[in-house]
């Protein structure tokens, strides 16, 4: 009985969900993005795809198989019955009423109907509902190794298929025109194609745990110095990876590393001050405007300073002066805590962009206009590098910015793993008993605003130079919201975390032109849904890995094999108080 | 068990008094908490303060720990004036404490615990450890060194290291803020109520291990508890507060006898 009540509370769930997303729009959207040319849209999979969760989500608690399968299947039949009666619910309105539900209109109508009648479009959708839900609530039977196959499958096929407009082009200049014609038609993936993605990257998906197992354990074999040799070639094809990949991806993409990188700075300064130190601050975007405004000012030549120095020698100057500037926000804010603290520095952020708007000060800030004519950072926006020949365009910035984010995670990683980082996080643990423990609070929370401030910067003296110029506009709350969403979305506390939510959230929304008006709701539903299911981040803080320093002689987690010679007086040890 | 070097602090070496607090009161708006305290901790001692719940005994601990400030009076560690320095700058001098409801660094290994528990005998500054100069890698090495010599000295394992302290039983969480005060290397140590919500063997275990930790260490303890049973076996000397002021000072004999005392814990009805 509490099994029914369940599969129909998520049924409900479930087609309120596509109710909704069909109602703001966005499977209308989505309804010609194709992901494999007349048969799939990426509008038909978000659809869809509510269906199989609801019924994968019923079938977690049930106790047989069969029961399993049974209440899967009457979740998704029961959510298709809510939208399809939800739809008919909306046609049966008078047009008067109808208008207000603008994005239902009859092109949306006809596409989640299937291009049916209303009464077969219903029944086709309760049966797709039936047996999408059967199919989730099978999942949790199949073997993990094969769920991690499947699901990679599919997220080949969608990745390929978005990145249709990007993959085309380049592979035209590279002369595998018969490759394209292989892969799509229109925009989406040929069927052939897509079961040919989907079996490629389902391999990979299957094969990725196996074989990094398996890489570990000879790695952990090999002699120290072949192991020495191997983190070199490792490291060397990493560097050789992000060296090459504007030249890879063309200039659009690269314009959108661009943008992923900037945030990957931002929200590495980010991360000491709210990840680190626990000091929530929602007034971030004051540290990016800083740097930007202080770089336009000391380098142009027509900003009220005049000067035009060259960017690598006002470099110093910006980041001095914004860890300046972050002492002096610092300091005033040192008494509040939590919530008090976010609202005060949420309003030093609206500050900021005042102050650079303001009439006042416009003789020196430029007011609306901002600061005009900022040169780009190295020569004449082109230069060569050996090897790759001549950069220009976005790549020219892609390459300091990728040099500046990896100086920003060198330092926070070396910080994070020090006496700094430990009084940090023992101040976001307990400020009352770090206290005690002798870490002086005023010094520490000062040096946490003065290192995010002066990382921070890094991003808006990259961002002046790209686009040549600053306008008070650009640093509003909603970048400060948007880095702490990436923080919080990658993990508090985790570098590589803050690298993956900036690809997450930057970079993939630029993927999908379709999807900007959606992008803060989705942003917020990203969000609520990962407090409530993974709330330690995509990739958590790993500190008790990397402390064990002993892991950089093999294995480091549970299995006793590897415990044996890290406690070699556990059998002395005196138990004092053991209970 | 493991060597320790002994901090000492000042000149002022080898005075009988470690700690002494002159005339201490400590009020809260209308509400006396610590009202004319006068007391004094000698030197390798183990000392307690009781008292009925809500006597006083914590504000009055948290004044030595620099946590409150007395409104008025003195308190000296060493014969240096700690009356009015901040928490850290007393634990800097070598005072130590755990607190009644634990509070650890709970998202934090138990190793970072103790690490953190170092921070005042240790100085790498941030641009060292960004730099990676040599003296702060052997620093570091040191520091991890002692966090796990005090891990095996309160009896946790090498292999819970490196848990989040939040996972550790009830127990282990008390021992791991032992090793964290000791990682500090201090001259006083300030315990809160360190058996409260233990089982009697375990508060029998612990009792015996603060007897040993003076013994080894060379360290001067004060306890605090409401349950007198606990410090009548370990303490020289035994402290009475109640509502806020000094009742009655002695050895434990001389407190079990006490009619004032008895009369605090009991009631009027018991001394009759």
């Not at chain 1, 971030?284 to 336009?296: C, E, L, M, S």
């Not at chain 2, 032992?178 to 508060?203: C, I, K, Y």
């Not at chain 2, 035994?238 to 434990?252: N, S």
Request: aromatic fraction near 8%; charge should be negative; proline fraction near 5%.
């Amino acid at each position: 009985m509490a099994q029914l009540r369940r599969a129909t509370v998520i049924g409900l769930v479930v087609g309120i969900v596509m109710l909704y997303l069909a109602g703001v729009g966005l499977i209308g959207a989505f309804a010609n993005r194709e992901v494999v040319t007349e048969y799939l849209s990426l509008g038909q999979l978000m659809l869809l795809a509510p269906l199989l969760l609801g019924g994968y989500a019923m079938a977690r608690q049930a106790a047989s198989v069969i029961q399993r399968l049974a209440i899967g299947a009457m979740a998704g039949g029961m959510g298709g019955a809510v939208f399809a009666l939800g739809i008919l619910a909306v046609l049966a309105l008078s047009p008067g009423i109808r208008d207000v539900f603008i994005r239902i209109n009859e092109n949306l109508l006809s596409f989640v109907l299937f291009g049916l009648d209303p009464g077969p479009g219903a029944l086709l959708i309760v049966g797709l509902g039936l047996g999408l839900g059967l199919v989730g609530a099978s999942l949790p039977v199949v073997p993990p190794s094969v769920r991690r196959g499947l699901l990679s499958g599919v997220a080949g096929v969608i990745l390929m298929s978005m990145l249709e407009p990007f993959v085309r082009p380049r592979l035209t200049d590279f002369d595998l025109h018969d490759v394209v014609v292989f892969l799509y038609q229109a925009r989406g993936l040929r069927p052939v194609a897509a079961l040919v993605v989907f079996a490629v990257s389902a391999l990979l998906g299957l094969g990725w745990r196996p074989a990094r197992a398996e890489v570990s354990r000879r790695f952990a074999e090999a002699d120290p110095g072949a192991q020495r040799m191997w983190r070199w070639v490792a490291a060397l094809l990493v560097i050789a990876f992000i060296v090459t990949l504007p030249q890879l991806t063309g200039v659009f993409l690269t314009q959108v590393l661009v943008l992923v990188g900037l945030y990957v700075l931002l929200g590495l300064g980010l991360n000491i001050v709210v990840g680190y130190a626990g000091l929530l601050d929602l007034g971030y975007v004051a540290f990016y405007a800083v740097g930007a405004y202080f770089t336009a000012l000391l380098t142009s030549p027509t900003s009220s300073l005049g000067i035009g120095l060259n960017f690598w020698v006002a470099l110093p100057l910006v980041v001095l002066g914004s860890a300046m500037i972050g002492l002096f926000i610092g300091a005033p804010v040192l008494r509040l805590r939590g919530d008090y603290l976010a609202i005060v520095t949420l309003g030093f952020g609206e500050i900021a962009r005042v102050l650079f708007l303001s009439d006042a000060l416009a003789p020196w800030f430029g007011g609306v206009q901002g600061i005009l004519s900022i040169p780009d950072i190295i020569g004449e926006g082109t230069y060569a590098l050996p090897l790759l020949g001549e950069i220009r365009g976005p790549a020219a910035t892609y390459y300091p910015l990728v040099g500046f984010c990896l100086v920003a995670a060198f330092v926070a990683w070396r910080l994070k793993y020090s006496r700094t980082g430990r009084a940090w996080n023992a101040m976001r643990e307990d400020e009352d008993v770090a206290q005690a423990t002798g870490v002086n609070i005023v010094n520490y929370k000062l040096l946490a605003f003065a290192m995010g401030a002066a990382i921070g910067c890094l991003g808006g003296a990259i961002f002046a130079t790209h686009l040549e110029s600053v306008f008070p506009g650009t640093f509003n709350v909603l970048v400060s919201i948007t880095v702490l969403a990436v923080v919080i979305l990658g993990g508090m506390g985790s570098i590589p975390g803050v690298v993956l939510g900036s690809f997450a959230l930057i970079g993939l929304p630029e993927l999908l032109r379709e999807f900007a008006e959606f992008k803060l709701l989705v942003y917020g539903g990203v969000l609520v849904l990962m407090m409530i299911l993974r709330p330690e981040g995509f990739v958590p803080d790993v500190t008790r890995r990397r402390e064990l320093h002993e892991a950089e002689e093999g294995e480091e987690d549970e299995g006793d094999d590897g415990d044996e010679n890290l406690t070699p007086r556990d059998a002395t040890q005196p138990a004092p108080i053991q209970a | 068990m493991t060597t320790v070097e002994l901090e000492t602090i000042g000149s002022a070496e080898e005075s009988a008094i470690l700690l002494e607090a002159r005339d201490v009161t400590k009020q809260f708006e209308g509400l006396v908490a610590n009202r004319e305290i006068d007391f004094s901790i000698p030197r390798h001692s183990i000392v307690s303060i009781i008292g009925p719940n809500g006597a006083g005994k914590t504000t009055f601990f948290n004044q030595l720990s620099g946590i409150y400030h007395p409104t008025s009076g003195q308190i000296t560690l060493d014969e240096v004036d700690i009356t009015n320095l901040a928490p850290h700058q007393v634990a800097q001098l070598g005072v130590a404490r755990t607190y009644q409801n634990i509070r650890l660094f709970q998202n934090m290994t138990v190793l970072a615990n103790v690490m953190v528990g170092r921070h005042v005998r240790s100085s790498g500054a941030w641009f060292a450890a960004v730099f990676g100069l040599p003296g702060i890698v052997r620093e570091e090495e040191a520091i991890r060194r002692r966090s796990y010599e005090l891990l095996e000295l309160v009896g946790l394992r090498r292999r819970v290291a490196h848990e989040l302290a939040k996972n550790l039983p009830y127990g282990d969480q008390r021992r791991l803020e032992v090793a964290r005060a000791l990682a500090s290397d201090p001259v006083l140590l300030l315990l809160d109520e360190p058996t409260a919500g233990m089982n009697p063997r375990e508060t029998r275990r612990m009792t015996e291990f603060i007897g040993r930790l003076r013994h080894d260490l060379h360290l001067t303890i004060l306890l605090i508890e409401h349950d007198m049973k606990v410090v009548m076996g370990v303490s020289e000397r035994i402290t009475v507060l109640d509502y806020g002021e000094k009742i009655a000072e002695g050895t434990p004999e001389e407190i079990r006898a006490n009619p004032r005392v008895i009369e605090a814990y009991l009631g009027k009805q018991a001394t009759a």
